[in-house]
């Protein structure tokens, strides 16, 4: 192993260590690695896990939520997030992601299928939230895993970001009676 390569892996080890989990692994010093938004997994081999979600506690049999590993990456503007799942992952409707910054929570809403926008809220109580986009520019694919990519400018200090919940959504986009949780993370 070369002294850089230990000194990433060093490095990626001690923010998991003392940042807690759920935080962002800060990686833009790893620029020789290129993350493609396909739904193969193998290229996040070298980032740190950021949450292991118990197997079986899923309340959909279709889909269950086992790995997360997400980066920030300051070059490209962007927030990587990879969601792999104990069963192979069949059709989901969306990903919601909460993000949370200090005391101030946001909700990104990431659709699947034809090209559409997400969008992002900011929680300004309890049950209420505001849009700050809704025209969230995304990638998402889901094959052997669902990966997911969006902008960091709509965030405050990205680097102080932290996953607070992720789901994965079925049914009917919005509709109360027909959208509901898959699986998800707390």
Known sequence: MTKGKFLILTSMILTIILGGCGLFSKTARLKDIEITIDGNPAEWEPFPTVHVDKK????SIEYDMSVIKAFTNNETGQIYILVESYIPPQEITSVEVD??????????GLPSGERLY???????GEGEWE???DQLDFSMATAEATEMSFPIDNFPD????KIAKIRIMGGICCNQYEYYAIDFMD
């Open 118 to 124: 997400g969008a992002v809220a900011k929680q300004t």
């Open 99 to 108: 993000l949370q910054y200090g005391d101030e929570y946001y909700r990104v």
């Open 131 to 133: 849009t700050v986009t």
């Open 56 to 59: 079986g506690d899923n309340i």
């Open 158 to 161: 990205p680097s102080q970001l």
